[in-house]
């Protein structure tokens, strides 16, 4: 499975990105999908993850702002996030997981201007 990311890019605190990841290889439709995000001098967290089955969770810090949604005919997954804030800036990765196989895509960067 390989996964690209995309939608990065420079926002004003406030303001809302889309990211989407596409797969390409195999099916996902049988992978976890999620977000994860690291920012300058810290470790890469958690962002979102959304089941085989649909189930969401969330950090909580993005909960409410950040929603995670997934097209398994289209073979992607996307972030939609709002109300963005600077500590929101980071280089956001996704992955697909299933069992002991995890996936990573390059990762796409997002700015958050105050």
């Known amino acids: 499975v390989q996964l690209q990311a995309s939608g990065g890019g420079l926002v004003q605190a406030g303001g809302s990105l889309r990211l989407s990841c596409a797969a390409s290889?195999?099916?996902?439709?049988?992978?976890?999908m999620g977000w994860f995000r690291q920012a300058p001098g810290k470790e890469r967290e958690f962002v979102a993850v959304i089941s085989v089955s649909g189930n969401t969770d969330v950090l909580d810090s993005v909960n409410g702002r950040f929603t995670i949604s997934r097209d398994n005919s289209r073979k992607t997954v996307s972030l939609q996030m709002n109300s963005l804030k600077a500590d929101d800036a980071a280089v956001y990765y996704c992955?697909?997981?299933?069992?002991?196989?995890?996936?990573w895509g390059h990762g796409t960067l997002v700015t958050v201007s105050s």
């Open positions: 992955n697909a997981k299933r069992g002991l196989t995890t996936y």
């Open positions: 290889g195999r099916t996902v439709i049988n992978y976890h």
